[in-house]
């Protein structure tokens, strides 16, 4: 198994651009979610999604849309682009939409914003 | 908002030694989950411990868990210098969603060889 994998690895955007962050798992895992992690600020969640076709917000939604259309991925849109969204994305996965599972991460996506 | 905040921020110790590293938090909790993280890459499970256990181990990792103090303790035995590693507590509140993991701000531990 791949594990979960994410695209790109870098990426340089100019503010009001727009992009897609992919995710993908191999592991047939129900629940799947987006963090962004910043110096000293830890992980805060994005959207997460208990299902195909069920999403949610998290902590830090403002500026992101996400769709859950198959169980294996679940691709970060960032609209408009803006320096403040400049951060480490990464994107986690568990069997079960439940806290008693690990949640698996991928090698994460480094945005930066000009 | 931060549920967990690890303590100390930065621990710095010699191959062979201890390390402690500390988590607390404030609402009760289902679970706590320790992760590592080496430098550029994804966050990895190291241990969860549920909040009817007070001790779990696993190879030389020992986690302990007091829910009365909302806190709880990750001891890395016999440290090497491939634990070099940021550290993060992660907490599932049992007045959340499940699977919504709070993150700490995470412990940057460095082992001199």
């Known amino acids: 198994n791949a594990g979960v994998t994410q695209t790109p690895k870098f990426q340089v955007l100019k503010t009001g651009q727009s992009m897609t962050l992919q995710c993908a798992q191999d592991?047939?895992?129900?629940?799947m979610s987006w963090y962004r992690q910043d110096p000293g600020m830890g992980l805060r969640l994005i959207h997460y999604?208990?299902?195909?076709?069920?999403?949610d917000q998290g902590e830090v939604p403002n500026g992101y849309n996400v769709s859950r259309s198959t169980t294996e991925d679940f691709p970060l849109r960032l609209l408009s682009a803006a320096p403040s969204q400049t951060s480490v994305y990464f994107c986690?996965?568990?069997?079960?939409?439940?806290?008693?599972?690990?949640?698996?991460f991928g090698p994460g996506t480094r945005l930066t914003v000009t | 908002s931060q549920q967990g905040e690890e303590d100390p921020q930065a621990l710095s110790i010699q191959e062979g030694e201890n390390a402690t590293m500390n988590c607390s938090y404030k609402?009760?909790?289902?679970?706590l989950q320790w992760y590592r993280q080496n430098s550029g890459r994804g966050l990895v499970h190291l241990i969860l411990?549920?909040?009817?256990?007070r001790e779990k181990h696993s190879g030389r990792l020992r986690v302990t868990l007091d829910t009365s103090k909302k806190s709880s303790s990750l001891l890395i035995t016999a440290s090497r210098a491939a634990d070099t590693a940021s550290y993060f507590c992660?907490?599932?509140?049992?007045?959340?969603?499940?699977?919504?993991?709070?993150f700490g701000k995470g412990i940057t531990l460095s082992v001199r060889p």
């Open positions: 609402t009760s909790i289902n679970n």
């Open positions: 986690a996965s568990s069997y079960r939409p439940r806290e008693e599972y690990e949640q698996y």
């Open positions: 592991m047939n895992h129900e629940y």
């Open positions: 411990i549920r909040s009817n256990e």
């Open positions: 992660a907490t599932s509140p049992t007045d959340g969603a499940n699977s919504k993991l709070t």
């Open positions: 999604s208990v299902g195909a076709g069920i999403t």
